[in-house]
């Protein structure tokens, strides 16, 4: 079967974020199936952008066929990312004929976090009589109404809106990362017997590697660390307002007198503020390291006590979330602390952890103090459930098999 996954931030192990449809098409070729991802040249979440010639690249990685538009780069969430958003979703469907090219899909997958590729989509289903297949990483526009602030009324978002009703109405099937979110999604236009939820897995061949060395930055600021005895919480992730990292900052103070140190490893739009309020009120037992290869994550998460997640409190999450992080955390085989109200909790459902209300320092910092009165091995026994939990349930293999019955 032909196979074709539109996404606008695709990557892979070579160029970064984000992952699920690099290892969705891998497992799909294992199983004899062609598969064609067509992503834009630009995404600020990917750590290497692909080289391109014109405006249409393509490239094989893997045995998987990807299709590269050329985009505008842009910096932050202005102006330029949305021209950079609509000239992918032109070149999309001005370049719908090559893109295809002797490959007419079985399957047509929208898969870009908002959803105006949805309307090309629909077109190259229409003609080549496919599948057409919605996949929703987050509720577009919600997000950028509950955690952005814009206005429900903004014509941006108005347009977003009714892309996604589009969407609903006229896909085969739409497949969510978010568990709980088939309600709002009904309320939008879809049929109830079209939703399925595929939450993001993990390709465990990766975790059973030899660990990538750190850079000798990271490891030797962790050394060091540990040679003063110093408990240490991590995060590994994007710095941005979703990630609630404000509160481990606040967390911080409450626990300056111990001997717990967060580390927090990575880039964002927040990465800047959060180091000047740390040298603003002198909190020293929080360190910023600058992001790593995906490569090393395994080895940088395994020279840490405890990880750390954290969300904002907004009503959005009541339809669920599925980070990607969280599963890195969990085969990590480390004590989790987990600072959320979302509609689903792995830490709290495989007991791989502490759970505590978000965007609130007394809560981390007690969820902290409790961790550091337990045993090695008994946080290291927590640490495995999650471990275990994730291998059990949410490897990309059975995942892709599901998405195919799916389609």
């Not at 992952?19 to 004899?32: D, I, N, Q, S, T």
Request: aromatic content about 10%.
């Amino acid at each position: 079967m032909n196979i074709l996954l539109i996404n606008h931030y695709a990557g892979s192990t070579r160029y970064g974020m984000e992952y699920r449809p690099f290892y969705m098409a891998k497992e799909w070729v294992k199983l004899g199936h062609q598969v064609t991802i067509v992503g834009g040249s630009y995404s600020h979440v990917r750590t290497q952008q692909p080289e391109i010639v014109g405006n249409v690249t393509e490239e094989n990685v893997e045995g998987i066929r990807y299709v590269w538009l050329k985009t505008p780069k842009y910096f932050g969430n202005g102006t330029r990312r949305a021209l950079n958003m609509f000239c992918f979703v032109f070149r999309l469907w001005w370049h719908r004929k090559r893109i295809v090219g002797g490959f007419p899909p079985a399957a047509v997958i929208a898969s870009s976090t908002y959803p105006l590729d949805i309307y090309p989509a629909y077109r190259i289903a229409e003609k080549f009589k496919s599948r057409l297949l919605f996949e929703v990483h987050d509720l577009w526009p919600l997000t950028p109404v509950q955690v952005g602030g814009m206005s429900p009324r903004n014509p941006f978002v108005m347009l977003m809106q009714r892309a996604e009703n589009f969407a609903y109405r006229k896909s085969d099937r739409v497949v969510s990362m978010l568990p709980n979110a088939r309600e709002y999604m009904c309320e939008h236009g879809l049929a109830e017997e079209k939703f399925i939820h595929i939450p993001n897995g993990i390709n465990l061949s990766e975790w059973e590697e030899t660990p990538t060395p750190l850079p000798p930055q990271h490891a030797e600021c962790l050394q060091s660390l540990r040679n003063d005895g110093r408990f240490i919480i991590g995060y590994v992730g994007g710095h941005q307002p979703s990630n609630s990292l404000g509160t481990v900052l606040e967390a911080a103070k409450l626990l300056r007198h111990s001997p717990a140190t967060f580390v927090l490893v990575g880039q964002g739009s927040e990465k800047e503020r959060l180091q000047r309020h740390a040298a603003e009120y002198n909190v020293d037992n929080v360190v910023f390291l600058p992001p790593i290869p995906k490569a090393c994550v395994p080895a940088v998460l395994a020279a840490m006590d405890v990880l750390f997640l954290g969300w904002k409190k907004i009503p959005l999450y009541r339809y669920g979330v599925s980070p990607n992080k969280l599963l890195d955390y969990m085969m990590a085989a480390k004590p989790v602390i987990h600072a959320t109200d979302a509609a689903n909790d792995l830490v709290t459902e495989s007991r791989c952890g502490i759970s505590c209300h978000p965007e609130d320092p007394h809560a981390v910092s007690s969820a902290v103090r409790q961790l550091m009165k337990f045993s090695a091995p008994d946080r290291n026994s927590m640490g495995q459930r999650g471990r275990e939990y994730v291998i059990q349930h949410l490897q990309y293999g059975d995942l892709a098999r599901r998405f195919l019955e799916a389609v």
